[in-house]
């Protein structure tokens, strides 16, 4: 479940707990429990839960069809490239999904503390997925360039 970190493991936790923190925040906030008050709005709010499923569901069904690929960091034994369902509209489906979650919270509580979290945490699972992809490109060869050519990165 957990592999060997594409960037320096400082960098690469405390993007994850950035991240992880503001999603935290968001799930209080739902329940109730405003720990953060900012700026909001009823548009920002609506914004806010229509990222929040669209997050879900990239995070979803990204899992459902990495299944036992699933990781925390590089694989450290032989996987298979993974090119169908979720990961043929976009490369990164999980992360897309981790962005945009993020981005819900940040709307929906409007707070700079979220803001500056949020932009970090989208920062640092950019450059882990430079570091995934390099990865992938020695794992996968020539396999891997040619899915590389038909999907984005994101979208």
């Given at each position: 479940m957990?592999g060997r ?5 400082a960098v690469?936790?405390?993007?994850k ?5 503001t999603?935290?925040?968001?799930g209080?906030?739902?329940l109730?429990?405003r720990?953060?008050?900012?700026v909001?709005t ?5 914004a806010?839960?229509?990222l929040?499923?669209?997050?879900a ?8 069809n990495l299944g036992?690929s699933t990781r925390l ?8 490239l993974?090119t169908h ?12 999904g981790?962005?945009l979650?993020t981005?819900?919270a940040?709307?929906?509580l409007?707070?700079w503390?979220l ?11 950019h450059?882990i ?7 992938l ?7 891997y360039?040619?899915y590389k ?7």
């Amino acid at each position: 479940m957990i592999g060997r970190t594409t960037i320096h493991p400082a960098v690469f936790y405390s993007g994850k707990l950035s991240g992880y923190l503001t999603w935290i925040l968001l799930g209080l906030d739902y329940l109730g429990l405003r720990v953060l008050t900012g700026v909001q709005t009823n548009a920002l709010g609506y914004a806010s839960y229509v990222l929040f499923g669209l997050a879900a569901a990239f995070i979803v069904f990204s899992l459902v069809n990495l299944g036992k690929s699933t990781r925390l960091g590089l694989p450290t034994v032989q996987t298979e490239l993974k090119t169908h369902g979720i990961y043929r509209i976009s490369r990164n489906p999980m992360y897309v999904g981790f962005d945009l979650l993020t981005l819900s919270a940040v709307l929906k509580l409007g707070h700079w503390l979220l803001l500056v979290l949020g932009a970090y945490s989208i920062v640092v699972y950019h450059l882990i997925i430079l570091g995934e992809e390099a990865y992938l490109a020695s794992a996968f060869g020539e396999a891997y360039e040619q899915y590389k050519s038909r999907v984005r990165r994101y979208l």
